[in-house]
T-cell receptor, first 108, second 115 residues
C-alpha cells in the first residue's frame, strides 16, 4: 500500500543549526515526491519536488530509492523556517498521499 | 487570478445539521480534491475529481458528498454533521499539463467545529 511516514511530530533546533526532516515512503512504482510547507496562518504551498532537483529557500531533498526516503535538509536554519512541513507522494488522478507532518521550530 | 477560494472560513454546526463547504478555482485545473487536516494525522483525502462530472472517493469519504458540475467548482457537502467531523478542510486543485504537473494549489481552509 502507498504510504508516507514522517516519524517526527516536532523538531526543534537553534538558528544556524542544520535541519533534517525525515520522510519515508512505500510505493510500488516510480514515486513522485513533494515537500509542502504551511507557515502560520497561511495556506499550504509547494516547497519543492524531487523531479526538479531544485533548492528552494536553502532547502534540498534527495530521493533515495534504496532507503525509500526523501529527507528535507537545510544546512543553516533560520527563524522564518518555523512552520509545518508535509512530505507527500503523488498517486494517480491528481491525488496526494500526505505524511503526518513535522512541526519545525527554530529558536533564536 | 484568485487561485483556489473557499467559503466559509469558519463554521460551527450542531450535531445532525447539514452544510456545504464551497470551493472554486480560476486556473482551469482539471483535478480538484478535498482534504481534512487533523493534528497528528496529516492531511487525508476525502473526495477528488479528475474533471467535470467525474468524482471518486478518497481515504475518508464517509459522511461527505461531492459533485463537480463545472471545472471551476467542487463543493463538499456534510450530510449530517458529527463531532468527529470537527477539522480543518482544505480544497486543492492541480493539473497534469506540462509544467504544472501535479503541483497542488491549496485554498485557505475552512475551520469547522461540530458541537
Amino acid at each position: 500500500a502507498q504510504r508516507v511516514t514522517q516519524p517526527e511530530k516536532l523538531l526543534s533546533v537553534f538558528k544556524g543549526a542544520p535541519v533534517e526532516l525525515k520522510c519515508n515512503y512505500s510505493y510500488s512504482g516510480s514515486p513522485e515526491l513533494f515537500w509542502y510547507v504551511q507557515y502560520s496562518r497561511q495556506r499550504l504551498q509547494l516547497l519543492l519536488r524531487h523531479i526538479s532537483r531544485e533548492s528552494i529557500k536553502g532547502f534540498t531533498a534527495d530521493l533515495n530509492k534504496g532507503e525509500t526516503s526523501f529527507h528535507l535538509k537545510k544546512p543553516f536554519a533560520q527563524e522564518e523556517d518555523s512552520a509545518m512541513y508535509y512530505c507527500a507522494l503523488y498517486n494517480q488522478g491528481g491525488k496526494l498521499i500526505f505524511g503526518q507532518g513535522t512541526e519545525l521550530s527554530v529558536k533564536p | 487570478n484568485a487561485g483556489v477560494t473557499q467559503t466559509p472560513k469558519f463554521q460551527v454546526l450542531k450535531t445532525g445539521q447539514s452544510m456545504t463547504l464551497q470551493c472554486a478555482q480560476d486556473m482551469n485545473h482539471e483535478y480538484m480534491s478535498w482534504y481534512r487536516q487533523d493534528p497528528g494525522m496529516g492531511l487525508r483525502l476525502i473526495h477528488y475529481s479528475v474533471g467535470a462530472g467525474i468524482t471518486d472517493q478518497g481515504e475518508v469519504p464517509n459522511g461527505y458528498n461531492v459533485s463537480r458540475s463545472t471545472t471551476e467548482d467542487f463543493p463538499l457537502r456534510l450530510l449530517s454533521a458529527a463531532p468527529s467531523q470537527t477539522s480543518v478542510y482544505f480544497c486543492a486543485s492541480s493539473s497534469p499539463r506540462q509544467g504544472l504537473r501535479y503541483e497542488q494549489y491549496f485554498g485557505p481552509g475552512t475551520r469547522l467545529t461540530v458541537t
